[in-house]
């Protein structure tokens, strides 16, 4: 049974009065308000998938066959309309993500440099390498597309996600099929209309629906490789499914960051950027700070400056203007960080439930949350060992740095990591003990530079590849050698 099915969302119908046929349709209803419906799409029956990978996989051999110039000035106007069209895309994701108005900006102008940076080294990684011997023979070595490349994304940064997929599976000259997340379909399936409408015929499609709608796609023949970002388990799901085709996988998956601060961190700097990672997006986030680490001595400080800080939150409707932080994305979503935040109640640990509710009488009717803070939370806790992702944070106070490290790294997963000092060598010394794919110092978001050049992705369970930066277009790609000698 697809894990998601359903959850947060309705379904309807529609028939179509010349055919006769009947479409059924998914209701996506808003996480501030579940009396309202944001808007439809029409489910994908496995036909449906059929379809479009087959039109697709017709259409990939003429696309794999286009000029660097040519993807990139297909490219460039793709941003364009990502940016000409951008107030209704952030309404709708908004809308129907739950994430704040101005967080789904920004996302939505990472959506559209995933196009436009992509310009910056595609002809250089798709250069074909060449070498010559001494007996006359020449080798050449090309990167080639797969032809289909299936995508499945999920609900919690939907844009900047579909995008960071299917600009490079499209610059390497793959055709692509994607599925939405039945929870936050509405702007992913605009912006992919967007991408069908400028490309070439055929080499753009989504389908819709839940986890059954995914099972087809990932299992159809034509598929070569296959690139999922979700949670683990159901990264479990998406191995054993493409097991008979052999398809390749790209997973990017959950993540439990740790972030260590160290005992010459400037506190209200720190504790500033730490909820700016944990509580954005209400903790939705793969890389967000999931727990903190302080040294003992300078806990009682940070503890007051971070509950200080996360009582200044404000929690409202998404489309509200003052709001810092809306609801949670679904309702099982709630449910499980509600039941993560009890059980370190029942523990006996100081739980501070913060913030300001902006207009109490609107929160009634969506998944909304408190941010929480726990303070004295240990090693052991449910809270501390799983992925809340939500506004839930725990602070573990540790005696010594080895400590520090190795609770760090005593996870399932290596997403992201931060380290916090005065000190960036001292850091950065730290840091490389952290079994993680990716650690930031003194912030635990990219830089502008880091978001261009570093290989998203994580170690363990976090991960299988690596997503973004010139690394990530080699997910996308395979060899095709040639060695051509000469008969004596
Ligand atoms: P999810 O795994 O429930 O769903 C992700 C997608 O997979 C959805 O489109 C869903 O419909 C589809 N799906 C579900 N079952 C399937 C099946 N059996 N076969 C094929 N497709 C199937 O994840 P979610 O709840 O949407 O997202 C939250 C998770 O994603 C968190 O664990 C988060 O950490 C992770 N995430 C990771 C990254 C990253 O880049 N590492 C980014 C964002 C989110």
Redesign the pocket.
């Given at each position: 049974m697809?894990?998601?099915?359903g959850a947060g969302s309705s379904a309807g119908a529609q028939t179509d009065a010349a055919s006769g046929t009947t479409t059924k349709l998914l209701e996506v209803r808003s996480p501030s308000d579940t009396r309202v419906i944001v808007g439809t799409v029409p489910v994908a029956t496995v036909d449906d998938v059929d379809r479009a990978v087959e039109a697709a996989s017709s259409a990939a051999t003429a696309w794999a066959a286009t000029t660097v110039d040519e993807r990139l000035a297909l490219f460039a106007r793709i941003a364009d309309r990502i940016d000409a069209e951008a107030d209704d895309l952030d309404d709708l994701t908004s809308r129907e993500n739950g994430s704040v108005r101005a967080i789904i900006r920004r996302e939505l102008h990472g959506a559209a440099a995933a196009w436009r940076g992509i310009a910056t080294y595609l002809a250089d990684r798709l250069a074909p390498i060449e070498h010559e011997g001494p007996g006359g023979e020449r080798v050449r070595i090309e990167r080639r597309p797969f032809g289909v490349v299936a995508c499945?994304?999920?609900?919690?940064?939907p844009l900047v996600?579909t995008c960071n997929k299917i600009a490079p599976a499209l610059a390497a000259g793959n055709a692509v099929v994607l599925?939405?997340?039945?929870?936050a379909p509405l702007g992913v399936t605009a912006i992919c209309r967007i991408v069908a409408d400028v490309l070439p015929d055929g080499v753009m499609h989504v389908v819709n629906?839940?986890?059954?709608?995914?099972?087809a796609?990932?299992g159809h023949h034509r598929v070569r490789k296959i690139s999922?970002?979700?949670?683990?388990?159901?990264?479990g799901?998406?191995v054993r499914?493409s097991a008979d085709g052999l398809a390749g996988v790209h997973l990017?998956?959950?993540?439990n960051d740790p972030a260590i601060v160290l005992d010459d961190a400037d506190i209200p700097a720190t504790v500033e950027r730490i909820v700016g990672s944990a509580f954005r997006r209400a903790g939705?986030?793969?890389?967000a700070v999931k727990r903190v680490y302080v040294p003992r001595a300078v806990a009682p400080a940070f503890r007051d400056a971070l509950v200080e800080r996360v009582d200044a939150i404000a929690i409202g409707d998404s489309m509200d203007p003052d709001a810092e932080m809306g609801p949670l994305n679904n309702p099982g979503?709630a449910e499980r960080v509600a039941r993560l935040v009890a059980s370190a109640r029942e523990a006996g640990r100081d739980v501070r439930e913060l913030g300001r509710v902006l207009t109490s009488a609107q929160l009634a009717h969506g998944h909304f949350l408190r941010p929480v803070v726990v303070l004295d939370a240990e090693h052991d806790d449910a809270l501390v060992r799983e992925?809340q992702?939500g506004p839930a944070l725990p602070v573990i106070a540790y005696d010594s740095i080895d400590e520090a490290v190795a609770m760090a790294n005593d996870t399932d997963y290596g997403?992201c990591s931060s380290v916090w000092s005065a000190s960036p060598e001292r850091a950065l010394e730290v840091a490389s003990r952290i079994e993680a794919g990716m650690t930031i110092i003194n912030n635990h978001l990219f830089s502008p530079t880091g978001s261009a050049q570093i290989p998203?992705?994580?170690w363990k369970r976090?991960?299988i590849g690596w997503?973004g930066s010139p690394f990530g277009l080699d997910e996308y790609l395979q060899f095709h050698s040639y060695d051509v000698q000469v008969l004596a």
């Open positions: 697809a894990p998601d099915a499945i994304v999920p609900w919690n940064a996600l599925k939405p997340s039945p929870l629906g839940g986890g059954d709608v995914g099972e796609l990932i999922f970002t979700g949670g683990t388990a159901t990264a799901h998406i499914q990017e998956l959950g993540g939705q986030v793969c890389f979503q992925e992702f997403l998203f992705g994580g976090s991960g997503e």
